[in-house]
């Protein structure tokens, strides 16, 4: 079994679907996906969590596969307000909801191996590659930071994947160590910051992990949508997730996701049509 955690509010569905569906097609063995959500609507009225009924959806999509596999909803919400009320990372460089994986050693029934993974991310190989990699002497493994590894210190990793050893994470104190940063510093990348700081003992893992860039290598095991820096024409970031599929063909040029995304399309579709449906009884 492979566990994996995803985090988010209600905006997350569409990369969770997407996401699962990429894991689910590469992936031979089951997994068990944990859902982190929790409700920050003190800041913004969009900072719901992820409904019952599109974890159903989820769910049923994983069974499909895989009758072992399921997608478990865990509302962190009371635990995320004791821990991070009020702090100055709050307004974080994305939403609050990248704090959630801080709390992975407070949460019952979590298992000692996690896969965190961001919801910006696609699976172009089996996912057991990377889950089944030995961690029992470290903390975690992580991947370089493709830009902070050149700006901040050469072992700075981008914490959208990370290979917990729950286990070990407790020992040391991990996630305890990096919430009080949290609290107490406001920090330019919060949670990725403060995991980085924290740690006493990680493992660093080749970029097919966690691809920051080319999206359509063949050996690459996780694709990560995420922020890039361009200096060509002048200056300027971009920030398109896989779901935006028009901007990933014309401006990423990647396809290598092609027939997981019309899938995608499909099965919203689907979802959507049976919201309508259960809206009007």
Excluded at 1 to 15: P, Y
Excluded at 114 to 119: Q, T
Aim: net charge neutral.
């Amino acid at each position: 079994m492979i566990n994996i955690l995803l985090c988010g509010n209600k905006k997350v569905f569409d990369g969770a679907l997407c996401e699962l569906i990429s894991i689910t097609k590469r992936t031979k063995e089951p997994i068990t996906c944990f859902i982190f959500t929790a409700d920050v609507s003190r800041l913004s009225k969009d900072y719901v969590p992820i409904s019952d009924e599109e974890i159903k959806f989820l769910n049923d999509i994983v069974k499909e596969k895989s009758p072992e596999s399921m997608v478990i909803k865990k509302d962190v919400s009371k635990i995320y307000e004791e821990e991070f009320l009020n702090s100055p990372n709050e307004s974080a460089y994305c939403t609050p909801y990248t704090l959630l994986r801080l709390l992975a050693d407070k949460v019952e029934g979590m298992p000692e191996k996690l896969l965190y993974l961001d919801i910006d991310m696609m699976i172009g190989n089996d996912l057991s590659r990377l889950f089944h990699i030995d961690v029992e002497n470290y903390e975690y493994a992580a991947v370089k930071e493709k830009y902070g590894c050149w700006l901040i210190r050469p072992d700075y990793i981008n914490a959208g994947m990370l290979l917990m050893n729950m286990k070990k994470m407790k020992e040391t104190g991990l996630l305890e160590k990096a919430r009080e940063k949290i609290k107490t510093k406001k920090m330019l990348f919060a949670d990725q910051d403060a995991i980085f700081w924290s740690t006493t003992k990680k493992k660093l893992l080749p970029r097919i992990y966690n691809e920051q860039s080319r999206f359509n290598k063949k050996d690459t095991v996780v694709c990560h949508f995420c922020k890039r820096l361009l200096f060509l024409p002048y200056p300027h970031t971009e920030n398109f997730k896989q779901w935006n599929i028009e901007e990933v063909h014309s401006v990423l040029k990647c396809h290598a996701f092609d027939e997981d995304l019309e899938e995608y399309l499909a099965l919203k579709n689907k979802f959507e049509e049976k919201e309508k449906v259960y809206e009007k009884r």
